[in-house]
């Protein structure tokens, strides 16, 4: 009997293990992988640069210098010298229309703001004390021409130079004629 018990353990034990052996087990649930969506397409395009300012749109927003602005001006005609007469302030014709020039261009919008200065020279003859004085009536008489056709006095300022900044150094009447004038230079900007 002992050994139908030894039997009956071994078939138990065999039982046993064949149904735990061969057991399902549940499948292991695990979340489903995350959904990936398809990229949707672009329809951005790439920014791109913005073109570079042309070089003479650049120059023109760069504040000038005084003497630049005297410069473009006096190339473009718009700011001349008047010249006088031996020994004299009084205006001849053709400095009465450069003045009305100079005055149109200084009431302009692009002459409005800017202040100048008038320089009254001389030729070489004479002594300087009285040069300095005629120098001062050609620029004073210019300025006073100028306030005659409405351009504002407070934006000048003169001087007189006498023969000591001569424009022409050689000593003849071709020279001379250049020397006796009444000069306009930039001198500042309002705004």
Known sequence: ML????????????MLL???????KDPETTPPPPEVKPAAPTTDVPATPEPAEPRDVVEKTQPKSLADIQDDLTTRGLLGDVFYDFDRYELRAAARERLAKNAEFMKSSEGRNLTFTIEGHCDERGTNEYNLALGQNRATSALDYLESLGVARSRFQTISYGEERPFC???????????????????GQNG
Do not use: Y
């Not at 139908?4 to 353990?9: P, Y």
């Open 3 to 14: 050994m139908d018990r030894k039997w009956i353990v071994l078939a138990a034990l065999a």
């Open 18 to 24: 064949t149904v735990t052996g061969c057991s399902k």
């Open 169 to 187: 150094t050689e000593s003849s009447d071709a020279c001379w004629q250049k020397n006796r004038r009444a000069r306009f230079v930039v001198s």
